[in-house]
């Protein structure tokens, strides 16, 4: 498995936070359409590499977007989403604010760096 299908999971399985967004966790971007709250997360990874260039492990970096009507459903969302990932030991900072105005939609945003 990746770090990105591991997220998804993990966020899939913790009802704290389905029970704010349901299903709707996306990797990547969600359509203009999409009911909130909702979850995006977009991830970088970088392998880990020893002196004789061997890998030993993968550092993801995550960005999880967490979108809502309102700066308090999207911050919600956010410290649940936060929870879940602390609790596997891939610890998020944040939340950030965001906005989109075209959406007119909030956001809190984690950065997690995750290890596998």
Known sequence: MSA???LQALLLATPAVTALCGTRIYSDRA???A???FVV???TSEPQRALN???HGIKTVFDIQCWAASRSKANELAYA???AVDAQHMY???PSSGF???LDLEAAILECTWWA
């Open 4 to 6: 990105h299908t591991d």
């Open 31 to 33: 359509e203009q359409s």
């Open 35 to 37: 009911q909130t709250p």
């Open 41 to 43: 997360y977009v991830g």
């Open 53 to 55: 260039g061997s890998v």
């Open 81 to 83: 989403v936060q929870t």
């Open 92 to 94: 998020a900072s944040g």
């Open 100 to 102: 989109d105005a075209d």
